[in-house]
C-alpha cells in the first residue's frame, strides 16, 4: 500500500445568483437562483512502477447558467441572436475517470484516458418560435451522459546535448466523446414560459465534439546563459462537427461544421527584461458554416472566413 496514494475531499458551497432586468421583451423583472452544494470528490493514484501510475478520480461538481443565458435580453452575436430564460438553473455532474501515464524522460509523457459525465438537468441550447430562428437557452431534459477515452502524447524529437542546446517537441492530444440525453417538451414546459416540440426524443448535448485534435511542434533554443532564447510553437486544432441548437417544430438541428485551424507563435527573449513575439493566426482559413438538418437534405444556414490575423508585440518585463 505504499505505493497507493489516495486524496478525500468534501467541499461545501451556498450559491446566491441575482438577475434584474427592464428590456422591450417584459416589464421589470428580478431572478433569484439559490442553491446550496455539498460536493465530495476521491482521487486516487497508485505507482506502477518509477514511470508509470494508474489515476482514479471521481467528484461531483454542477455548472450554473452564464448571466447571458438567464437574463431576458436580446444578445445580439455578429450571426445569430439569443435570448436568456430567467427560469434556467443550474446542472448537476457526477464525474469518473481512469487513467494510465507513462513518463520515458522528465520531459515526456504518454497517457490514455477513458472517462464518463452523468448529468442532471442539463442545459442545452434550443431554437424558439420566432421569425429569426432565435435561439435560448432550456434545461431540456431529466438527464444526460458523456463517455469518452483521450490520448495525449508529449515527445522530444531532437535534443543537443549541451550548453543552450536547441530542442525539438512534439505533442498531439486526441479525445473522443459520445453524449447523449433525452429531450422532454412536458418538462420544460412545465418549468419555463416556452412551449417546445422538439423534432426527435433524444440528441447529444449542443456544443461538444465527437472529435477533438491538438497538435503541435515546438523549436527551442537558449543562448547567452539562457537570457536570449527563441520559442516557435506551430499549432492545429481540429473540431468534428456539433450542435449548435437542437431542433424543433419539425426542423433539424443547427450543427456547425468540422474546422481546423493552423497558427504560428513565435516568441524571442532578446535579454531577461525585454521580449518580442511574432503571432500569426488562422493560417489555413477555413470555411466556417452552420447547416440545419433536415430529411429532405442539409440546408447551409451561413458560410464565411475569418481571415488570417498577424500581431507584432514588444513587451518589457521589470
Given amino acids: 500500500f505504499n505505493k497507493l496514494i489516495a486524496v478525500v475531499g468534501i467541499r461545501g458551497e451556498g450559491i446566491s445568483q441575482r438577475v434584474s432586468w427592464d428590456t422591450q421583451l417584459g416589464d421589470t423583472g428580478k431572478d433569484r437562483l439559490i442553491k446550496n452544494a455539498f460536493l465530495p470528490s476521491l482521487t486516487l493514484k497508485y505507482e506502477l512502477n518509477d514511470k508509470q501510475n494508474l489515476r482514479l478520480g471521481a467528484s461531483k461538481t ?60 442539463p442545459i442545452n441550447e434550443i431554437t424558439i418560435a420566432s421569425s429569426t430562428n432565435d435561439v435560448s437557452f432550456v434545461n431540456t431534459g431529466d438527464t444526460g451522459y458523456a463517455t469518452g477515452a483521450e490520448l495525449e502524447i508529449r515527445k522530444n524529437i531532437f535534443s543537443q546535448n549541451k550548453e543552450n542546446g536547441a530542442k525539438i517537441s512534439s505533442g498531439l492530444n486526441i479525445s473522443y466523446l459520445y453524449t447523449s440525453q433525452d429531450l422532454d417538451a412536458k418538462k420544460i414546459q412545465k418549468e419555463t414560459n416556452y412551449n417546445v416540440a422538439f423534432t426527435d426524443t433524444k440528441s447529444a448535448f ?96 451561413l458560410s464565411y472566413k475569418k481571415g488570417m490575423t498577424f500581431s507584432l508585440n514588444l513587451n518589457y518585463q521589470f
Avoid: H
Avoid at 72 to 79: A, K, P, S
Avoid at 109 to 118: I, L, M, P, R
Fill in 62 to 121: 454542477y455548472t450554473l447558467p452564464q448571466f447571458k443565458e438567464r437574463a431576458l435580453f436580446l444578445y445580439e452575436e455578429v450571426l445569430q441572436v439569443k435570448i436568456g430564460n430567467p427560469d434556467l438553473y443550474e446542472s448537476d455532474d457526477y464525474n469518473l475517470d481512469l487513467k494510465w501515464e507513462f513518463f520515458p524522460k522528465s520531459d515526456e509523457v504518454v497517457s490514455v484516458t477513458a472517462f464518463g459525465k452523468y448529468i442532471q438537468n
Fill in 206 to 301: 449542443t456544443g461538444a465534439s465527437d472529435l477533438l485534435v491538438n497538435a503541435d511542434v515546438t523549436y527551442f533554443k537558449e543562448w547567452n546563459d539562457k537570457n536570449t532564447s527563441l520559442t516557435s510553437t506551430l499549432a492545429f486544432t481540429y473540431f468534428s462537427d456539433r450542435i449548435n441548437a437542437i431542433g424543433t417544430n419539425g426542423n433539424g438541428n443547427l450543427v456547425d461544421k468540422a474546422v481546423g485551424t493552423l497558427d504560428l507563435i513565435n516568441r524571442f527573449k532578446i535579454n531577461k527584461n525585454l521580449g518580442l513575439s511574432l503571432i500569426a493566426r488562422n493560417l489555413i482559413d477555413p470555411k466556417i458554416e452552420r447547416t440545419q438538418e433536415n430529411s429532405n437534405g442539409d440546408v447551409k444556414m
